[in-house]
Protein backbone atom coordinates (compact mmCIF):
# COMPACT_ATOMS: atom_id res chain seq x y z
CA UNK A 1 0.00 0.00 0.00
CA UNK A 2 2.65 2.36 1.21
CA UNK A 3 4.28 2.10 -2.72
CA UNK A 4 1.08 2.73 -4.42
CA UNK A 5 0.38 5.99 -2.06
CA UNK A 6 4.27 7.35 -2.98
CA UNK A 7 3.42 6.65 -6.84
CA UNK A 8 0.79 8.06 -6.28
CA UNK A 9 2.03 11.23 -4.72
CA UNK A 10 5.14 11.23 -6.90
CA UNK A 11 2.77 11.62 -9.92
CA UNK A 12 0.79 14.09 -8.27
CA UNK A 13 3.99 16.12 -7.67
CA UNK A 14 5.15 15.32 -10.77
CA UNK A 15 2.08 16.74 -12.74
CA UNK A 16 1.80 19.87 -10.33
CA UNK A 17 5.12 20.61 -11.45
CA UNK A 18 4.72 19.69 -15.06
CA UNK A 19 1.33 22.34 -14.96
CA UNK A 20 3.77 24.98 -12.77
CA UNK A 21 6.23 25.31 -15.97
CA UNK A 22 3.71 25.05 -18.35
CA UNK A 23 1.63 27.28 -17.13
CA UNK A 24 4.02 30.71 -17.76
CA UNK A 25 4.42 29.89 -21.57
CA UNK A 26 -0.05 29.29 -21.76
CA UNK A 27 -0.61 33.10 -19.70
CA UNK A 28 1.52 34.84 -22.12
CA UNK A 29 0.18 33.10 -25.13
CA UNK A 30 -3.64 33.41 -24.00
CA UNK A 31 -2.24 37.66 -23.27
CA UNK A 32 -1.19 37.06 -26.52
CA UNK A 33 -4.09 36.22 -28.38
CA UNK A 34 -6.02 38.77 -25.94
CA UNK A 35 -4.31 41.76 -26.82
CA UNK A 36 -4.10 40.51 -30.71
CA UNK A 37 -8.33 40.31 -30.24
CA UNK A 38 -7.94 43.71 -28.95
CA UNK A 39 -6.26 45.54 -31.35
CA UNK A 40 -8.13 44.32 -33.92
CA UNK A 41 -11.08 45.07 -33.00
CA UNK A 42 -9.88 48.67 -31.94
CA UNK A 43 -8.67 48.81 -35.58
CA UNK A 44 -12.33 47.33 -36.99
CA UNK A 45 -14.05 50.25 -34.50
CA UNK A 46 -11.67 52.94 -35.79
CA UNK A 47 -12.45 51.81 -39.76
CA UNK A 48 -16.43 51.94 -38.80
CA UNK A 49 -16.02 56.00 -37.20
CA UNK A 50 -14.13 56.76 -40.61
CA UNK A 51 -16.95 55.72 -42.57
CA UNK A 52 -18.84 57.69 -40.60
CA UNK A 53 -17.34 60.59 -40.33
CA UNK A 54 -16.95 60.71 -43.99
CA UNK A 55 -20.63 59.82 -44.24
CA UNK A 56 -21.57 63.13 -42.30
CA UNK A 57 -18.66 65.17 -43.83
CA UNK A 58 -20.50 64.32 -47.40
CA UNK A 59 -24.29 64.90 -45.82
CA UNK A 60 -23.15 68.25 -44.43
CA UNK A 61 -21.85 69.40 -47.59
CA UNK A 62 -24.75 68.62 -49.35
CA UNK A 63 -26.76 70.96 -46.67
CA UNK A 64 -24.17 73.30 -46.73
CA UNK A 65 -25.10 73.15 -50.84
CA UNK A 66 -28.70 73.74 -50.38
CA UNK A 67 -28.24 76.33 -47.70
CA UNK A 68 -26.21 78.62 -49.95
CA UNK A 69 -29.25 77.91 -52.88
CA UNK A 70 -31.81 78.91 -50.78
CA UNK A 71 -30.06 82.08 -49.34
CA UNK A 72 -29.54 83.11 -52.99
CA UNK A 73 -32.92 82.16 -53.39
CA UNK A 74 -34.57 84.31 -50.99
CA UNK A 75 -32.25 87.05 -51.97
CA UNK A 76 -33.16 87.24 -55.62
CA UNK A 77 -37.15 87.04 -54.16
CA UNK A 78 -36.17 89.79 -52.01
CA UNK A 79 -34.67 91.96 -55.05
CA UNK A 80 -36.22 95.52 -55.63
CA UNK A 81 -36.72 94.73 -59.72
CA UNK A 82 -38.80 91.32 -59.37
CA UNK A 83 -40.70 93.26 -56.44
CA UNK A 84 -41.27 96.43 -59.22
CA UNK A 85 -42.10 94.21 -61.75
CA UNK A 86 -44.52 92.23 -59.88
CA UNK A 87 -45.81 95.42 -59.18
CA UNK A 88 -46.19 96.42 -62.92
CA UNK A 89 -47.86 93.20 -63.78
CA UNK A 90 -50.59 93.85 -61.40
CA UNK A 91 -50.84 97.33 -62.41
CA UNK A 92 -49.65 99.32 -59.58
CA UNK A 93 -47.68 102.58 -59.61
CA UNK A 94 -45.36 104.50 -57.72
CA UNK A 95 -47.28 107.12 -55.35
CA UNK A 96 -46.98 110.73 -56.07
CA UNK A 97 -46.43 113.98 -53.81
CA UNK A 98 -50.33 114.14 -53.72
CA UNK A 99 -50.87 110.31 -52.81
CA UNK A 100 -47.95 110.82 -49.80
CA UNK A 101 -50.09 112.27 -46.58
CA UNK A 102 -47.73 114.13 -43.75
CA UNK A 103 -48.52 113.70 -40.25
CA UNK A 104 -47.11 115.90 -37.64
CA UNK A 105 -45.88 114.32 -34.65
CA UNK A 106 -46.87 116.06 -31.98
Wanted: aromatic share 4%.
Amino acid sequence: MKTETILLQRNKTQLVSLIKASSRPIMILALCIVLLISIIGLKAYKTEVGYELTKSKSSYSKVLMKNKKLKSMTLKLKSHERIESHARKNSMKFPSQRDIIKIKNE
